[in-house]
Every structure is written in C-alpha cells, then in structure tokens.
C-alpha cells in the first residue's frame, strides 16, 4: 500500500485504485495540465488528436457536478441496490459505499474534475470513436497516480449532457466522453481486485484460457 508517487509503471498501473476521499489541498493548475500532457501522448485514429479536455472550476461547472452526481447516484442506488451504511457499520463494504456516498454528496466542492471529450464524426460508431479518447484518459490516470494524486472515473456528465453543455460551453460537435474526479488522497492507494487472466484471455480459441507460462504456437 503507497501514496507515494511512482515513477514505476507496473507499480502505477497496479496500485492506481479509485480514490474517492480526498485532502483539502487544491490540484495546481500546473500538475493537471502534467497529467494532460500525458494524455495527449495516446493513440488515436489517424493520429487525429479528437480530444478537449476541460478542467471544471467555475460554479456554474461546479453546479453541474452537483446535478450530475444526485442524478448518477439515483441510477447507482437503483441497479446496484445500495443504502446509506449504518454509522456503526465497519465493514470494509461499508466504508468503501460510505466513501462512494460522501463523494457524490459533496461532487460540487471536489478538488478538481476533468472532462474528457471527443469530437464526433457522424460515420465513426461510437466505439471506435471512443478508442480514440479513452487510451488518452487512462493516460491522464496513470500521470495522475504517477504523481501522488487519486481519480475516480465517474458517469455524472451522462445524464446530466444539457446541464455539462450548457456550463461548458461545449460545441455542439463534440461528444462528453468520460469525467474523472482528481485529488490528493485521504487514504492509500493499493492493491486492485480483478479477476485472473486466465479466466478473462484466451489462446487461440475462445474456449481455451491463457495461462502463464503458455507458448504461442510455432508460426
Ligand atoms: C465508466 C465508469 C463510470 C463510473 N462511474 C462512477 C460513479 O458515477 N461514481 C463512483 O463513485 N464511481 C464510479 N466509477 C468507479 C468504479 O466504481 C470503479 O472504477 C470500480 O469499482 C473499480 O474500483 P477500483 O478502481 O477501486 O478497483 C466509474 C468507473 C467507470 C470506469
């Protein structure tokens, strides 16, 4: 467990967990716009760079987070079936939806938030079109977790589009990819729960899991 930055990429990508407690300490313009750079060195189609990144610090921008939050967290506690913890409540599945809560509760004054957006291309489907910004977010992630600092993605902008537009002043051909929330973090970044790989890749054929250790076959 570290909150210490990293300059190890296995040690970034493995330990950047989402963060969703954070100091009270603002997030210089300077470190976002680190991150940033970061992100611009992702692929994309044609080398095309599709993206704008708009750091939120206005209230109007903060009034939005707020609107998207409530509404996100109407959705999360519908299809995820979750209640406000039980203040006596310790559990560690207690704490981390207590965190979740808090974050949402208070979306208006988190130290910072980045939107992530791409600009549409009416033939692109939209997966395609998001190949070519989220490689760029999780750039912005891991710079991010590189220097000390904790993010949580988060889906506030998607029911709350007209509200984002609107305080954003966002053209009308560009599309609201991701959001991620940004700050120094309270606790500890650490270890990942996933799944294995051989449970998620295979070799060859659907059927047949990749395990460590195998072999390609011989071209
Ligand atoms: C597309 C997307 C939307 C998410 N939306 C929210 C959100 O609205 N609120 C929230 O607290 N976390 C949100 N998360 C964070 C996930 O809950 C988190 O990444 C996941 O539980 C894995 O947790 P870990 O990074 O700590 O391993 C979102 C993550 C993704 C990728």
Redesign the pocket.
Known sequence: MTSTPTDDIWEAMSTA??I?RFRDEPVGPDVLARCIQAATWAPSGGNQQPWHFVVMTSPEAREALAIGAAR?LET?ERVYRLQRPEPDDDTPRARNSRA?FA??DGAASVPAAVLFCVRDQPSTPSLTLGASIFPAMQNFLLAARALGLGT?????HVGSEPEFRDALAIPEAWRLA?LAIVGWPQGHHGS??RRPVHEVASLDRWDTPLREGDQPAEA
């Open positions: 967990r989402t969703r996100a999360i979740m974050l949402h949580c993605v988060t889906g506030w991701g990942l729960r």
